[in-house]
Every structure is written in structure tokens, then in C-alpha cells.
């Protein structure tokens, strides 16, 4: 494929449109207080890790997430209830002050969980790529991702400095509120799947 193929490809409007859809997805500005409880749990996040660890996978299920799925025998429902659980579990633990994910490894950051996923790369990025896949030439969209993987990279790397200009009344305030936020996006996720994979296992 050509330069000038992929140069003549380009469309302000798609990329534009595919930023703004997956900044509403990925919704790292929401995940700000969870950064930030996990660094206080000591489970800090590597920003440069988080970043292209996400985007290495988004960009591996953009070009190959059907024939991935299938070589485990798992359709993209299956996919995303299952992360709709983690993120059930992870709002609990932020509404009700528990520990669930409970670090016991050699690993003590929450980079890989629950960060990268499925905070940043979980099942409704992944199923947002191949919907915009659908619609938009692949250089709009791989380059709307490329831009919120800066936007995501910028956000973690601020992390510590939100947490010092908030306060620890408020950091507490957001965690409750944020908590709800996600256990409302798990349920959505959940049933939103639930029924195509029910139809699927009929």
C-alpha cells in the first residue's frame, strides 16, 4: 500500500469522529480517581507501560481481534461480559472501601490489572475499533486512537500531581462517586451482552 493511497485516505472528519468516540469509551479523565486510589493502595501505575502496553493491544485486536477471539473459541459477548465483571468488582471496591484484587504476586503495580485492562483496553474499546472499522478508512482511525493514547499517557503521568491539588475529602468524594459511575457502566455492559450471548449459546 502506498503513501499516496494512504495520504488520500485522510479525513479530518473521521479522525476527529474516531477520537471523540473512543476518548468517550476509554473515559481515562473518569478512571483519574481509581489511579489514584490504587498509587495509595500501593499499587502504583507505570505510565509508559499502562500506554503502550493498551495501545499495542488495541492496535493487535484492530487488525486481528476476530481471529483471536476465535482461536480461543470466544465471541467478542463473551469478551465483554467478562470484563464487565472485573469492572463490577472494581467499583465495589471503591463504593464499599474493600480489597478484592488483592496483590499477592512478585508484581506490585496495577498496571497490567486493572489498568490496562480493562480500564484502558477492555471489551468496549475493543468492540468501539471494530464498529469504527466498519465505517472509517483504517488511517483515521489508527490515528484517532494514536491521539488518546497521548491523551491517556498525559493523564497518568498527572496523576500524582491531581492528587496534590485535591484534597483528601474530595479524592474520597470522587472514589464513591466514581464507583457508582463504573458499577452503572458493568451492569450496562453486563446486559447489554448478556442477551446476545444467550443468543448465541441457543
Known amino acids: 500500500m502506498s503513501f499516496s493511497y494512504i495520504f488520500s485516505r485522510l479525513d479530518v472528519q473521521q479522525i476527529a469522529s474516531a477520537f471523540i468516540v473512543l476518548f468517550a469509551v476509554i473515559d481515562v479523565l473518569g478512571s483519574t480517581p481509581v489511579f489514584i486510589t490504587l498509587k495509595q493502595q500501593g499499587r502504583p ?72 485492562f480493562p480500564l484502558l483496553a477492555g471489551a468496549g474499546s475493543f468492540t468501539t475499533l471494530l464498529s469504527l472499522r466498519a465505517e472509517y478508512a483504517t488511517v483515521n482511525i489508527l490515528i484517532g486512537l494514536l491521539l488518546n493514547m497521548i ?10 500531581k491531581v492528587e496534590r491539588i485535591i484534597s483528601p475529602a474530595a479524592i474520597y468524594l470522587l472514589r464513591k462517586f466514581f464507583g457508582i459511575i463504573l458499577l452503572a457502566i458493568s451492569v450496562r455492559l453486563f446486559t447489554a451482552n448478556l442477551s446476545t450471548l444467550m443468543q448465541n449459546l441457543g
Open 45 to 116: 501505575v507505570n505510565a509508559w507501560k499502562a500506554t503502550l502496553i493498551s495501545l499495542g493491544l488495541l492496535l493487535g485486536f484492530f487488525f486481528a481481534g476476530d481471529a483471536m477471539l476465535r482461536l480461543f473459541n470466544v465471541d467478542i459477548a463473551s469478551f465483554a461480559v467478562a470484563g464487565s465483571l472485573v469492572i463490577f468488582l472494581m467499583s465495589l471496591e471503591m463504593i464499599l472501601d474493600v480489597v478484592i484484587f488483592k496483590n499477592m504476586g512478585p508484581i506490585k503495580s496495577a498496571t497490567l490489572i486493572p489498568v490496562v
Open 151 to 160: 491523551f491517556v499517557f498525559i493523564v497518568l503521568k498527572a496523576t500524582e
